[in-house]
């Protein structure tokens, strides 16, 4: 649908998005797509996306889809028809006006000839640039005639709780914007002139900042960096939990060219003074009196999880992360190991496989030992709430855990670690032969992703293959939490 006013240049929402962000992000997006670095999640990000929308689609079956084929022209001419009708939501409705594109996720109709448009989103909350997305789609809309009576941000509502296979109501909840929203929705005309004077003109060369990465992660912060003075080898940016930022903020970017004596924070002050000698901070005596309580038989346990937006099992909740794998080593105090893994890649609910398998691999006594335990104590409390004929079991071993991460916070700090104290960036510094480079599974991200390859279908070859690199990343893991408590309990 179009309002008939000159064919001007293109431009789509997303595109809009990007000038908002960063007049360089459009330009480069239009002129140079070649130099964005590649972007490994955007494939799942797109396929979680489509699944929100889809679920959307389910609480109104009297909607209509339109199809982006044959062409837009056609889906143009589609939306037309349908609101002509004025009788069933419109879901991926498309309007035109001057060269802007918009598909509006849902336009519903209100009575009286008016509509609802509807952004659907898969995060939980409403966002700053959510909000200039649905000003976009307003303005299109009202500019192609339609009139708007209401615009929400459609996102997910994490109290739900899935209780029958493919009912999502109560999924989504609606917050009302368009109020809020009619000053952005009166400058879309401005902005739009403003992102077409940059596309004419040449590459606008905005300097690199907190933009690049706010709202989103932009893929063309490799291209825009090169050329610029290398950045200091220890920048500020290592003090954690957002340290760097008041030196930022004062024009100071190099660790080594702070006042140490401002520097009150007693972590902030470890890393800046190993970060300047060299030496490694180790207090063995902390240590080993942090893990004197810690009874045998220890078992170290790590977990792998899946989330989804749209929750695929009964009793599940958006972005649940629900535990499909996980690997313990059992220590005896006479020194001897034995390991034992659970993995789950049926694609059925592994939550009950999972707890009895806990429950039969970790021994009824003794400390259970994870890095950052708040999270697996929060996995088995989950489990033993949905299972309760298990909960009594499952209970103690929460009661049972204990976290190697503080232990190692406040004893260990070597300058590569670079501010983290995660167990990937600690361990180089301790055991640089268990590195995960050499593992087909390196991190947690990509442990998911082989989940869902795997439950997607994958063939008998590549299978084997993910589940052989799922064992040995899970089982690299809690290995490596054994040989970091060892190193740290040293003298």
């Known amino acids: 649908m179009t309002s008939g006013a000159p ?27 070649e ?36 062409d837009l022209g056609a889906a143009l001419e ?28 849902a336009l519903e109709p209100l009575g009286g000839a008016t509509w609802r448009v509807a952004e659907v989103k898969s995060s939980t909350s409403v966002k700053p640039h959510h909000r200039a997305d649905l000003a976009t789609q307003v303005w299109v809309a009202r500019q192609a005639g339609v009139p708007v009576g209401s615009a929400a941000i459609r996102h997910i509502d994490n109290r739900f709780v899935l209780m029958e296979p493919g009912s999502f109501e109560g999924l989504f909840a609606d917050e009302e914007c368009l109020e809020d929203i009619e000053a ?25 900042g907190d933009h690049c990465a706010s709202p989103h992660p932009c893929a063309f912060s490799d291209h825009c960096n090169r050329g610029l003075p290398e950045p200091p080898a220890w920048p500020v940016t290592v003090l954690p939990n957002g340290g760097g930022r008041p030196w930022l903020d004062a024009g100071v970017d190099d660790l080594l060219a702070v006042d140490a004596a401002a520097l009150t924070n007693p972590v902030h002050r470890r890393v800046y003074e190993a970060t300047l000698s060299g030496a490694t901070f180790h207090d063995g005596a902390a240590a080993r009196a942090a893990m004197a309580d810690w009874t045998f038989p220890r078992a170290w346990l790590d977990f792998e999880t899946i989330a989804f937006a749209v929750p695929r099992w009964i009793g599940t909740r958006p972005y649940q992360q629900v535990p499909f794998q996980f690997s313990v080593h059992v220590e005896q105090q006479d020194g001897r190991f034995a390991h034992r893994a659970f993995l789950s890649l049926d694609g059925e609910d592994p939550r009950r496989p999972c707890a009895q398998a806990l429950i039969d691999a970790l021994p009824e006594a003794g400390s259970i030992i994870a890095y950052n335990a708040s999270f697996e104590r929060s996995r088995i409390r989950e489990l ?15 009661d049972r855990l204990v976290d190697l991460l503080p232990v190692t916070r406040a004893t260990w700090y070597h300058r590569d670690q670079r501010g983290s104290w995660s167990i990937k960036a600690v361990l180089p510094t301790i055991a640089p032969e268990l590195d995960y480079g050499d593992l087909e599974v390196k991190d947690g ?4 992703a082989a989940w869902l390859e795997i439950t997607a279908g994958a063939d008998r070859a590549r299978r084997v293959e993910l589940e052989r690199g799922l064992l040995a990343y899970c089982q690299r893991d809690t290995w490596a939490m054994v040989v970091l408590a060892r190193h740290l309990c040293e003298a």
């Open 7 to 33: 064919r001007q240049p293109g431009l789509s929402k997303s595109q809009i998005a990007a000038f908002e962000q960063c007049a360089r992000r459009l330009w480069l997006a239009v002129h140079q797509p």
């Open 35 to 70: 130099v964005a670095s590649a972007d490994d999640g955007a494939q799942a990000r797109f396929a979680a996306g489509h699944e929100v929308g889809a679920a959307a689609r389910t609480l109104a079956p009297d909607g209509v889809l339109i199809e982006a084929d044959p």
């Open 78 to 105: 589609a939306t037309r028809a349908w609101l002509a009708a004025g009788a069933h939501p419109v879901f991926e409705a498309t309007f035109e006006h001057e060269g802007v594109l918009v598909r509006i996720d």
């Open 184 to 208: 952005l929705v009166a400058e879309r005309q401005a902005l739009i002139e403003a992102a077409r004077t940059v596309l004419i003109g040449p590459d606008p060369a905005t300097a690199p």
């Open 384 to 398: 033993a709430e949905a299972f309760p004929d298990l909960a009594p079991a499952l209970s103690a071993m929460a």
């Open 445 to 448: 991200a990509q442990a998911q």
